[in-house]
Antibody, heavy 120, light 112 residues
């Protein structure tokens, strides 16, 4: 079955960076895009960007441009999201989500989320 | 501020129907029939329940239905059950010059 398994919770100081991983299994890794979505406490979901595991091409939301990097490793079927210059506003649950196939523009499988806490 | 506007909360009694609205603009909901809805229980991953505005993924109950009118999408849940109590979020494709997705702020459904 399709699974997206994310790395665990992280605590960072303001100004630091964090790297969250998302390991895919149960499907052909290069056939589906992986997106990153976050949810801050008490807030709605926020789209951060996507990576195409086939060729590594990325698109980032404007609000994260210059601060986020999404990469993939086809040898381990893993996608990474690196966010730098963290502030307390980046405290959130970070989700990876799969898109493509018959559900086209929707996210049909999600990781379990990785809580990132930014605190001094 | 979320790009799509949803009511913060709705409620209904078991067996009743509720409708959650999702209002966007003519560059997202009004421009593409690419609205999706997600059910989100606390501590769990979001679950896709409607895609392309009106379609249901396999395995999703037909008590969930989606519709659109202009720049507003709606999710209707009929025959409310206790397990329906969750957050519901809408999402729309909004890519004009480059790929982009936008979400609503989410709606908490309480089953009374």
């Amino acid at each position: 079955q399709v699974q997206l398994v994310q790395s665990g919770a992280e605590v960072r100081r303001p100004g630091a960076s964090v790297k969250v991983s998302c390991k895919a299994s149960g499907y052909t890794f290069t056939s589906f895009y992986i997106h990153w979505v976050r949810q801050a406490p008490g807030q709605g979901l926020e789209w951060m960007g996507l990576v195409n595991p086939y060729d590594g091409v990325t698109t980032y939301a404007q609000s994260f441009q210059g601060r986020v990097t999404m990469t993939r490793d086809t040898s381990t079927n893993t996608v990474y999201m690196d966010l730098n210059r963290l502030t307390t506003e980046d405290t959130a649950a970070y989700y990876c989500a799969r898109r493509g196939g018959e559900y086209s523009y929707a996210f049909d499988h999600w990781g379990q989320g990785a809580l990132v806490t930014v605190s001094s | 501020q979320p790009a799509l506007t949803q009511p913060a909360s709705v409620s209904g009694s078991p067996g009743q129907s509720v409708t959650i609205s999702c209002t966007g603009t003519n560059i997202d909901v009004g421009n593409f029939d690419l609205v999706s809805w997600y059910q989100h229980h606390p501590g769990k991953a979001p679950k896709l329940i409607v895609y392309e505005a009106t379609k249901r993924p396999s395995g999703v109950s037909d008590r969930f239905s989606g519709s659109t009118s202009g720049s507003t999408a709606s999710l209707t849940i009929s025959g409310l059950q206790a397990d329906d109590e969750a957050h519901y979020s809408c999402c729309s494709y909004a890519g004009i010059t480059s790929p982009k997705w936008v979400f609503g702020g989410g709606t908490m459904l309480t089953v009374l």
